[in-house]
């Protein structure tokens, strides 16, 4: 069994984009905390079976570069997808070997702003026009 759990601060740098969509180059750097079990076959339990050995690595450093894309379906949703690398910033070979790897990204981008356009602007300006031809004597 093996965990990864890590924060991030991230960077998103539009290389394309339009309306409709947009293509993005993502940097990420953050740290983690992993934990990681594996058998250890040099100790061998009553049954001649390996034994589980734990890892815990605490503090370590993460490292993501990726390329990712979205189309907007609406004007305030788009579903995207990406590739990319998470690289584990530690000491400990075990650990970088089993969760440095290359990544798959699918995501749904919600555009608040819009969304809150969609939803709130539209009842405003149909209070207004009613509002137009009525005086207030």
């Known amino acids: 069994r093996s ?18 969509y947009e293509i993005v180059l993502n940097m990420e750097l953050g740290a ?17 079976n390996p034994t589980v050995e734990k890892l815990d ?3 370590f450093g993460v490292l993501e570069f990726s390329f990712s ?11 995207g997808a990406g ?8 000491g400990d070979e075990n650990v970088d070997e089993a969760f440095s790897s290359p990544i798959i990204i ?3 981008k919600v555009f608040i702003g819009a969304l809150y356009r969609t939803v709130f602007k539209r009842k405003d300006k149909k209070k207004k026009k009613r509002g137009k031809g009525k005086s207030e004597d």
Do not use: C, Q
């Not at 965990?3 to 409709?20: E, P, Q």
């Not at 905390?33 to 058998?39: D, I, K, P, Q, T």
């Not at 590739?83 to 530690?90: A, E, F, H, Q, V």
């Open 106 to 108: 699918f995501k749904i």
């Open 57 to 59: 690595e605490d503090g």
């Open 83 to 90: 590739i990319g690398y998470r690289k584990i910033l530690t």
């Open 69 to 79: 894309g979205h189309y907007k379906v609406l004007p305030w949703i788009g579903p």
């Open 32 to 48: 983690g905390s992993a934990e990681l079990g594996y058998n250890n076959y040099n100790k061998l339990d009553v049954n001649d």
């Open 3 to 20: 965990d990864l759990g890590y924060m991030v601060f991230f960077w998103d740098r539009v290389l394309k984009g339009t309306d409709k």
